[in-house]
Every structure is written in C-alpha cells, then in structure tokens.
C-alpha cells in the first residue's frame, strides 16, 4: 500500500507570499493519478491538480503542481487570503484512492 | 450548474444501517462513475468506494475498512447515488461525502478525479 507524507503539518505565511507543500510517496507512483485538493474550513473539498501539474477547470494559475517518482510538490506563488485552507494530496491506482495527512496554511 | 445535494445523515446506533443519498443535477448522471468519502471529526480525508458508470459494468470498488458492510448503489433513472451502511461502528463517524468522478486526459492516461463535491452530511454513530 501506497502511503503519501505531506509537509509540513502547517504552513504559517502571509497574503503575497509563496507557498510550498509536499507530498511524497512511500514508493515510486505514477504522475498520472497524483492530484491535489483544497479543503477551507466548514466545507467540502476542492479539486485542484490532476496528473501531478494540470490544473482543474476553473483553477486560478497561482496553484502549481509539480513532481514525480515519489516527490511532489503543490506550490502557491501569491498567496490570496481565500487559498488559507487545508491541502491535501491523493493518489490512485488499481481503484484504491489513499491521501495524503494534509497542510494546513494558515496567516 | 452542477450540483450534488446529499440526504439521509444523522444519529445512529452501533450495529444499526443507515442509508445516505446524493441527489444530482446538471450533468447527465449515467455518464460517470460517483464516488464516496468520509472525514472523521478534526481527521483527513478517506476514500470510502465507488460505482462505475453502466458502460463500465456498475462495478464498485470499496475501502477495506468498509467492504463487506457499505454497499453503494446508484439509481440512473432518478439521477441519485446512495451508500448503504449496515453494521455501522463508532469509528464510521463522521462527513460522509458523494462525489461525481470527472473523466480527464493525463498525457493519454484516461483518470478520472473526484471533480465535483456533495455538500457533506454528518453520520454519527453513538450509543
């Protein structure tokens, strides 16, 4: 079984400034089934990043997915005050969806 | 729009069942697969299972924690999928969620992400 370690537990920035997450897998993983999601408080997940880079439709272009083999990396380049959320990551192979423990951003 | 209006949480017993639906609209429901998840009060995200679409079989994929007494099921008619848990335990407490699997081209893989969220329903499983 797949296990992703994200890091680090929390993120404490401020509006503007740069954030980055990470995720890495307990083995090597296909980029294809890595994806990002963010969780504000009080309501239900958002997709954000398939395939490891692609942004989801709607997503705004500061959200940057990147990595492969067993490290990724969801990076936000300015920080808006509605991206201070939870961020978790997902990976799924064979129909079996884990995560990832999450980041949380906080100002 | 798309939307995914859930239905059917509440306080239960363990070893009691309890029915969850999700009500959809706005996409043609007997194209995707539907999944669901769950989040335990304060806790991360857990993928729960799934059930394809017909073209797909119907098949369904379950979580280990669950399988053998969630059953998800799906009603193309009405455009609702429904989680049924049987057997329930304290520890299936928390927010259930139902989601629509979106179909997306990664570099020719075809994957499909949980693309649109249910607005989540609290199950609650307590003496």
């Known amino acids: 079984e797949i296990v992703l370690t994200q890091s680090p537990g929390t993120l404490s920035l401020s509006p503007g400034e740069r954030a980055t997450l990470s995720c890495r897998a307990s083995q090597t993983v296909n980029s294809n089934f890595l994806g990002w999601f963010q969780q504000r408080p009080g309501q239900p997940p958002r997709f954000l990043i398939y395939g490891a880079s692609s942004r989801a439709p709607g997503i705004p272009d500061r959200f940057r997915g990147s990595g492969s083999g067993t490290d990724f990396t969801l990076t936000i380049t300015s920080l808006e005050p509605e991206d201070f959320a939870v961020y978790y990551c997902?990976?799924?192979?064979?129909?079996?969806?884990?995560f990832g423990g999450g980041t949380k951003v906080e100002i | 729009e798309v939307q995914l209006m859930q239905s059917g949480g509440g306080l239960v017993q363990p070893g009691r069942s309890l029915r969850l639906s999700c009500t959809t609209s706005g996409f043609t429901f007997e194209d995707y697969a539907m999944s669901w998840f769950r989040q335990a009060p304060g806790k991360g995200l857990e993928w729960v299972g799934l059930i394809r679409s017909k073209p797909y079989g119907e098949t369904k994929e379950y979580a280990a924690s669950v399988r053998g007494r969630f059953l998800i099921s799906r009603d193309d008619s009405k455009s609702i999928a429904y989680l049924q848990m049987n057997t329930l335990k304290t520890e299936d407490t928390g927010v259930y969620y139902c989601?629509?699997?979106?179909?997306?081209?990664?570099?020719?893989?075809?994957?499909?992400?949980?693309?649109?969220w249910g607005q989540g329903t609290m199950v609650t499983v307590s003496s």
């Open positions: 989601t629509r699997d979106g179909y997306y081209d990664s570099n020719g893989y075809p994957t499909f992400w949980a693309d649109v």
């Open positions: 997902q990976h799924y192979i064979s129909s079996r969806l884990t």
